[in-house]
């Protein structure tokens, strides 16, 4: 069974690998760069100075500017799990006569991807202009711990408009703020929210779409050799009645690629799905993942702010207006006429 702990470490990583990526791309100076810089201060003692500084400048370029290496990295990977599905998966399933929607159905979310990636990686996030700063100054209240009134940007030199943070990466400040995408390379703000939302939506079903389709074929090429009911003999010679981790190294052995894209799929499904779910989860109770982050700290009692006269700030969000407005917001940002509407 050596295949399968080589397998086992093989899926470790790279879910390991995923979640890191995920979890740290969105946030400068995240657990990822924090790592990356420990770990060079550690191998500054055996590495020569010249090649550390080639490092520093390449991890710089990779976390602390905007950079196309991950878009690259991420259709590189798009294209090997197609290429993969059309090339072998989709054929098998055509001559097992699988319907023609659900083996079309992974093309469609894909052309839907490819649409939202364009648009949220293109469309102006909600850059704070000076035109535009007049309006967007109305458009949220200050809730007095989080965001502040009167706070000016150091490098744009406006006033911050509540929910607003300049991103050092794309070097302007945005409103409605929630994180830089290296995904996409771009910020992610009121204006492309919904965008990055489906895109994180059709990413997760399309994973989803193409786990199952392949799964259900290798269950059906299960059925049809019906290898469950047969035997195989081990190195000593003694018989043995097939069992799941003998069927696993089989349809491995006999389908290789198809079964480490479905390991690769299953891995992605499960984090993006996560990441998905967690994206819903914010936009349901009107918050952004700068502010969720932020607002964690006052959580924890020890953390909790001392105000003159000793108050205790405990953080409240004040833009949630009902889930189902809150939903609504994502997909129509709103502007300073429903601000005075509202109140
Ligand atoms: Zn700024
Ligand atoms: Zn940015």
Redesign the pocket.
């Given at each position: 069974m050596d295949f399968l702990t080589l397998l086992a470490i093989y899926l470790c990583s790279v879910l390991g690998t995923a979640a890191l990526l995920c979890v740290c791309s969105g946030r400068k100076g995240g657990f990822l760069a924090g790592s990356a810089s420990r770990a060079s201060q550690v191998l500054s003692f055996v590495i020569p100075a010249r090649l550390q500084r080639v490092t520093q400048r390449a991890l710089h370029r990779l976390f602390h500017t905007r950079s196309c290496l991950f878009v690259v990295l991420h259709i590189t990977l798009q294209a090997a799990v197609y290429g993969e599905y059309t090339w072998e998966v989709f054929v098998y399933c055509w001559e097992l006569q699988f319907h023609l929607f659900l083996l079309l159905l992974p093309y469609l979310l894909l052309a839907g991807n490819i649409g939202c990636f364009l648009l949220c990686s293109r469309a102006d996030p909600g850059v704070?202009t000076r035109s535009n700063h007049a309006s967007l100054v109305k458009i949220y209240a200050y809730d007095g711990v989080l965001f502040q009134k009167g706070i000016v940007?150091p490098?744009?030199n406006?006033e911050?408009p509540a929910r607003s943070k300049?991103c050092s990466l794309c070097n302007?400040?945005v409103h409605r703020f929630d994180h830089h995408c290296v995904w996409v390379n771009n910020c992610i703000g009121a204006f492309n929210a919904k965008y990055f939302f489906l895109y994180l939506f059709t990413l997760a079903a399309m994973a989803a779409t193409i786990a199952g389709i392949t799964a259900a074929f290798l269950v059906q090429v299960v059925l049809l050799t019906d290898v469950m009911h047969g035997s195989y003999v081990d190195d000593r010679g003694q018989e043995h009645a097939v069992e799941i981790l003998f069927l696993v190294q089989h349809l491995f052995l006999t389908f290789p690629r198809i079964v480490f894209m479905l390991g690769f799929v299953i891995l992605l499904l499960l984090v993006l799905g996560a990441y998905w779910c967690f994206s819903l989860y914010l936009a349901l109770t009107n918050q952004t993942s700068n502010e969720w982050y932020k607002s964690r700290r006052y959580g924890c009692s020890h953390h909790l702010t001392l105000q003159p006269h000793d108050r205790q700030v405990v953080y409240k969000n004040i833009y949630s207006r009902g889930v189902w407005m809150n939903l609504k917001e994502i997909f129509k940002p709103l502007t300073v006429l429903e601000r005075k509407k509202k109140t």
């Open positions: 704070i940007c490098t744009c406006t911050k300049h302007v400040c």
